[in-house]
């Protein structure tokens, strides 16, 4: 089994990139939400020393390269968001139409583990701590998603789940993989879906802020389902929490098409 990782990344201080977002904008940058913090360098070395198995490692970027970055390596690969990106999606602001397009990258394998620039491995980790039996390991536990201050992620959450609840009936899909959902890997997390089972929907589920293994095909499924949705929030320029979807929409279909297996929390 080959294991890709990809990794997108955006450099806010990039005058090329600004000039560009202030042609489609002309509401001033959150310096925070852009700025590079320089820690790029210790998450590719978190990989080489904790994960030398990998297969490739994807660099998603607009177009702009760090000076340590060496491009040349051999499981390196550079892709630029119009490499990918269908071009009635470009150029885009919000990270949302980037991940939602990742399985279009050329190559990528069918197992591929999807890491934002601040998610980083601290211990050595093997091909089975992300996917097992051919199967992304995940968690497969019912949590109630509140949306937050006015404009926040948590809407999207609820959006994720909201289109998810038209499409699969709660009782079935945990009836069809019970021990998946009810499993001793998740812990006191257990109680959550015991409490949440008399509920006839799915009021939200459990997503730490943390990597996400996929498979190539879910997201290929997703948008033969959702395209409708999909296409909608990729046109978006500029995050719009009102209306969005994320990849974990995608991440969480996988769940409820019973395309996991548990994992700890």
């Given at each position: 089994?080959?294991?890709?990782?990809?990794?997108?990344?955006?450099?806010?201080?990039?005058?090329?990139?600004?000039?560009?977002?202030?042609?489609?904008?002309?509401?001033?940058?959150?310096?925070?939400?852009?700025?590079?913090?320089?820690?790029?360098?210790?998450?590719?070395?978190?990989?080489?020393?904790?994960?030398?198995?990998?297969?490739?490692?994807?660099?998603?970027?607009?177009?702009?390269?760090?000076?340590?970055?060496?491009?040349?390596?051999?499981?390196?690969?550079?892709?630029?968001h119009e490499d990918f990106i269908p071009k009635q999606y470009l150029p885009t602001f919000s990270s949302h139409p980037i991940e939602l397009n990742l399985?279009?990258?050329?190559?990528?394998?069918?197992?591929?583990?999807?890491?934002?620039?601040?998610?980083?491995?601290?211990?050595?980790?093997?091909?089975?701590?992300?996917?097992?039996?051919?199967?992304?390991?995940?968690?497969?536990?019912?949590?109630?998603?509140?949306?937050?201050?006015?404009?926040?992620?948590?809407?999207?959450?609820?959006?994720?789940?909201?289109?998810?609840?038209?499409?699969?009936?709660?009782?079935?899909?945990?009836?069809?993989?019970?021990?998946?959902?009810?499993?001793?890997?998740?812990?006191?997390?257990?109680?959550?879906?015991?409490?949440?089972?008399?509920?006839?929907?799915?009021?939200?589920?459990?997503?730490?802020?943390?990597?996400?293994?996929?498979?190539?095909?879910e997201f290929e499924n997703a948008w033969k389902d959702y395209e409708e949705i999909l296409d909608a929030t990729c046109k978006n320029k500029f995050r719009?929490?009102?209306?969005?979807?994320?990849?974990?929409?995608?991440?969480?279909?996988?769940?409820?098409?019973?395309?996991?297996?548990?994992?700890?929390?």
């Amino acid at each position: 089994m080959k294991i890709d990782f990809v990794i997108t990344w955006v450099d806010g201080s990039d005058k090329k990139w600004s000039e560009k977002r202030n042609e489609y904008s002309d509401k001033p940058v959150n310096p925070s939400r852009f700025r590079d913090w320089g820690f790029l360098k210790y998450w590719f070395r978190s990989i080489e020393k904790y994960a030398p198995w990998v297969n490739k490692i994807y660099f998603v970027t607009y177009g702009h390269l760090p000076d340590f970055l060496d491009i040349n390596h051999e499981k390196l690969v550079v892709v630029k968001h119009e490499d990918f990106i269908p071009k009635q999606y470009l150029p885009t602001f919000s990270s949302h139409p980037i991940e939602l397009n990742l399985h279009r990258i050329e190559g990528l394998s069918e197992y591929f583990v999807y890491f934002n620039d601040d998610m980083y491995l601290n211990n050595p980790v093997s091909p089975e701590d992300f996917f097992k039996n051919g199967l992304p390991r995940d968690t497969a536990v019912i949590n109630p998603v509140a949306p937050g201050y006015y404009g926040s992620i948590g809407n999207v959450m609820i959006n994720n789940i909201a289109v998810l609840n038209e499409g699969f009936l709660k009782h079935k899909v945990i009836k069809s993989n019970f021990f998946k959902w009810f499993n001793y890997r998740y812990g006191v997390l257990n109680l959550l879906n015991l409490m949440f089972l008399p509920w006839g929907k799915f009021p939200g589920m459990y997503q730490p802020h943390l990597h996400s293994n996929f498979l190539k095909s879910e997201f290929e499924n997703a948008w033969k389902d959702y395209e409708e949705i999909l296409d909608a929030t990729c046109k978006n320029k500029f995050r719009n929490t009102f209306t969005d979807v994320n990849q974990w929409m995608i991440k969480q279909y996988q769940i409820l098409r019973g395309k996991f297996e548990p994992q700890s929390w």
